[in-house]
C-alpha cells in the first residue's frame, strides 16, 4: 500500500457526460501528479499541482481539468467525454519541489470505461 | 527533452534462471531514473532508483539496475526469477524525480514454470 488513495476503483459512464476521479496523496506529500495509462498511448503524464498550484502540465486535453485543494487532496474532471478517453487514471504523490530527487508513490488507479 | 527506450516488449524466462531487461534513456540533464513494476489490475510500485549516488542500485525483490552513462543505459536484472515476478515493467526517466515522469512503453515479464 503505497499510501495514495483513489476514488472510485471503477467507472463507467457514457460519451458526451461528465466524471470527478479524486486523489489523497501520502501524508506530508505536497505535490500530486495526473497520468492516464490507455492501450495506444502507454502511461503519459497529464498534469502537476504543488501545495494548490498548478506546476507543469504534460498531455492534457483542454476538455480535462484539475485542482488541489487546501487539505491537499486533488480531482481530475473529465468532461465531454470520448470513447477514446476509456483508460486507467493515476495519481501519484511526493514530497515537495525543493531539494530532491523524490520518488512518486501511485495509487492503485480509477478505470474510466467510456461508452 | 528526455526519453526512455525499453528495447524489449515482451520477455519470457523459465523461473530460477536470470532477468535482464533492458533500458536507454535520453537526457539533456543529469537524470534521474526509476524502475517501476506493475502487476495484473495493479498500481505502478517503485522497485528502485538512480539519483547520481552509485552506478549500481540495489532494489526490492532481488532486483538490481546498473547507470551506464557511456552508454546510455539503465537495465534491471535479477540473478533468479520467480513466479511472483510476472508483471510489466517500466523504465523511468525524470529530472530530479519531483517533475514529471516520463515513462518507457513496457516490458512484459513472463517466468515459465
Known amino acids: 500500500d503505497s499510501g495514495v488513495t483513489q476514488t472510485p476503483k471503477h467507472l463507467i459512464t457514457a460519451t458526451g457526460q461528465r466524471v470527478t476521479l479524486r486523489c489523497s496523496p501520502r501524508?506530508?506529500?505536497?505535490?500530486v501528479y495526473w497520468y492516464q495509462q490507455s492501450l495506444d498511448q502507454g502511461l503519459q503524464f497529464l498534469i502537476q499541482y504543488y501545495n494548490g498550484e498548478e506546476r507543469a502540465k504534460g498531455n492534457i486535453l483542454e476538455r480535462f481539468s484539475a485542482q488541489q485543494f487546501p487539505d491537499l487532496h486533488s480531482e481530475l474532471n473529465l468532461s465531454s467525454l470520448e470513447l477514446g478517453d476509456s483508460a486507467l487514471y493515476f495519481c501519484?504523490?511526493?514530497?515537495?519541489?525543493?531539494?530532491?530527487?523524490?520518488?512518486?508513490?501511485f495509487g492503485p488507479g480509477t478505470r474510466l470505461t467510456v461508452t | 527533452a528526455q526519453s526512455v527506450t525499453q528495447l524489449d516488449s515482451h520477455v519470457s524466462v523459465s523461473e530460477g534462471t536470470p532477468v535482464l531487461l533492458r533500458c536507454n534513456y535520453s537526457s539533456s540533464y543529469s537524470p534521474s531514473l526509476f524502475w517501476y513494476v506493475q502487476h495484473p489490475n495493479k498500481g505502478l510500485q517503485l522497485l528502485l532508483k538512480?539519483?547520481?549516488?552509485?552506478?549500481l542500485v540495489k532494489g526490492i525483490n532481488g532486483f538490481e539496475a546498473e547507470f551506464k552513462k557511456s552508454e546510455t543505459s539503465f537495465h534491471l536484472t535479477k540473478p533468479s526469477a520467480h513466479m511472483s515476478d510476472a508483471a510489466e515493467y517500466f523504465c523511468?526517466?525524470?529530472?530530479?524525480?519531483?517533475?514529471?515522469?516520463?515513462f518507457g512503453s513496457g516490458t512484459r515479464l513472463q517466468v515459465q514454470p
Open positions: 523511468v526517466v525524470s529530472r530530479s524525480g519531483r517533475r514529471a515522469l516520463t
Open positions: 538512480y539519483t547520481s549516488a552509485a552506478t
Open positions: 501519484a504523490s511526493s514530497v515537495g519541489l525543493a531539494g530532491g530527487p523524490y520518488e512518486q508513490y
Open positions: 501524508s506530508g506529500d505536497l505535490s
